[in-house]
């Protein structure tokens, strides 16, 4: 089975170099693969790496550097399948890592019969710090941002969503491109839609890829912040390609708001009520994220963590429904047979 590897990147110097390391050391026929590396106009050195890499070869039947104008994710997925044409198409992130049967376990799934599959995606970080190993336990925790099925190692079953997908090429023919409107939610609306189409996502714990959580407090802060304002934005497209799970944060946003208002006017039962149930299962958790660990000073701030995820993604979410009437004047009627603009 030929495979279509697809990497897209922008100013992703510091992991693009060990991911490309990482396809070269694919134990899949590289006969059989072709890399696809879409930069989105890097200013550091991505696409440089990217060049040298194609120039490289190692032995694979072809590898392609393109440029992503647009910048966007779903902008350059669609770029990279618009370049391929093999039997299954294989989209990772540029700021992950592979192991060395990562393709081979993806078509052996697709061969059992899978349209669709995807595995376990732990979180690691770059550099074994104390305070980088906290913002992990942060991002690894249920409590955190580790709801998704993808993140935990459950057992095979079907799901509603994976991140580093494998794809038969006809899922793409039947349900279209990615809708290039969405900046950041591109996989759960084009996920809704294979669904809806009568395809099944599979998850196989066996195949298992890593992901870098990002290496500072900032930035993480950032991606949940922007991860919860496209939430808000998808709305007006495909507001049931979302759980309930991805609306606790603007839930509890909303309660803030509520509780202090009437807090304001001398009732205080309800936020005495969701403070303390809030607090209570924050320091649980945190507790219960930290106790097979080694101890770490930073630890302690866990529960002071999690509460700056949980507004940050919940207020994301609020500006960005806030926002949506502005956003769709500006880009007008939603093509829902094709899927994009």
Known sequence: MKVSFIVIAYNEEKTIKNLLGDIANQNYPHQLIEVILIDGLSTDTTKKIMEEFSKENNDFMRVVVKDNPKRTLPCGWNIALSESNNDLIIRVDAHSSIPSDFITKNVECIKSGEKICGGYRPNIIDEETPWKKTLLLAETSMFGSSIATYRRNSGKRYVNSVFHGAYSREVFEKVGLYNEL??????????????????????????????????????????????????????????????????????????????????????????????????????????????????????????????MLHVYYGIGTFIGILNLPIWIYKNGKYNKKDGVI
């Open 182 to 307: 969405l900046a950041r939610t591109e996989d759960n609306e084009m996920h809704y839609r294979m669904r809806k189409a009568g395809y099944n996502i599979y998850f196989d714990p066996q195949i298992i890829s890593y992901q870098h959580t990002r290496n500072s407090l900032k930035k993480m802060l950032k991606q949940k912040y922007l991860n919860g304002y496209w939430i808000g934005l998808t709305m007006s497209i495909s507001p049931k390609c979302f759980s309930i799970y991805h609306f606790i944060p603007f839930l509890f946003v909303l309660g803030i708001c509520l509780t202090t208002i009437l807090s304001s006017i001398g009732r205080y039962n309800l936020s005495i009520i969701m403070w303390s149930s809030y607090w209570i299962l924050n320091i649980l958790m945190s507790v219960l994220s930290i106790k097979n660990e080694r101890s770490n000073i930073y630890n302690l701030a866990l529960p002071i963590l999690f509460f």
